[in-house]
């Protein structure tokens, strides 16, 4: 296998103003990383089957970091399929590089992009990393903005599932201050965990705030994924913030 300098998720770690995503892809010199961060954009705007075909070529690369994108994506898109034995072998393939780059000479950075591929996934699936698995927190300073943004919204997350709001809260608005500029897809997320976490502390109106900061920031690329994930812990507030703004949206969800 080879390590390369290559950012995982890229288009998760790139900055844009919201609704250029499909523009950002369009413009990424290096095609391959162009190819994931397409995937990306049609699993972040609900299309896990375009997903899955666009990176099942990927899953063999020799490249580790365009692997572990494409292992990452395949096992949230087949998840979303139906498919749970391709979602298993990808999600253990993410493992199996892990493993052997945190053991290489490798850079904090390509050992944090990994670590971070693997504790993603794990904390996604609701799925406790291993305790001989490096701790995840001392390698985040190692992953590019946009890349730690988005695995703190899920630190967080995992912190909300603990039932300890505040404190999840304190991880998302922490993230926030780290924002140097717009990173749509992790702070989409952001704001949807401290949404969960407001709804929880009591705090209506800012958790109303919190959806619809998301929602508008979601709406111009088609981000909808988010939505679908945490459609259930947001408590029908997503409904109550833009049924009026996209009612048509809302009707077909929940037809669907």
């Known amino acids: 296998m080879i390590l390369s300098d290559r950012a995982v998720l890229p288009l998760t770690g790139s900055t844009f103003e919201p609704g250029n995503a499909e523009k950002v892809i369009k413009e990424?010199?290096?095609?391959?990383?162009?190819?994931?961060?397409?995937a990306e954009y049609y699993y972040f705007s609900a299309n896990a089957e375009l997903c899955a075909e666009t990176v099942k070529p990927y899953?063999?690369?020799?490249?580790?970091?365009?692997?572990?994108?494409a292992d990452m994506l395949y096992t949230f898109a087949n998840l979303t399929i139906g498919d749970s034995k391709a979602a298993q072998q990808a999600r253990e393939d993410i493992q199996r590089c892990m493993v052997q780059v945190v053991q290489e000479n490798a850079t904090m950075e390509q050992k944090a992009s990994c670590l971070f591929a693997y504790y993603v996934t794990n904390i996604f699936l609701h799925i406790t990393p291993e305790k001989k698995v490096p701790p995840f927190l001392q390698y985040?300073?190692?992953?590019?903005?946009?890349?730690?943004?988005?695995?703190?919204?899920l630190l967080a997350h995992e912190t909300y599932l603990r039932q300890e709001y505040a404190r999840a809260k304190g991880l998302v608005q922490g993230a926030f201050l780290m924002a140097d500029t717009t990173y749509p897809i992790p702070i989409i997320y952001l704001n949807c965990v401290q949404a969960m976490c407001q709804i929880n502390l009591k705090e209506q109106k800012e958790a109303i705030h919190s959806v619809n900061s998301a929602w508008e920031m979601a709406r111009p690329d088609r981000f909808w994924e988010p939505f679908i994930e945490y459609h259930g812990l947001l408590q029908g507030l997503l409904e109550v913030c833009v049924r009026k703004k996209n009612q048509r949206f809302i009707s077909s969800w929940q037809a669907g």
């Open 59 to 69: 899953l063999s690369q020799e490249d580790i970091m365009l692997r572990l994108s």
């Open 140 to 153: 985040i300073p190692y992953l590019p903005t946009g890349q730690r943004l988005f695995a703190i919204s």
């Open 28 to 38: 990424m010199e290096d095609k391959e990383s162009a190819q994931i961060a397409l």
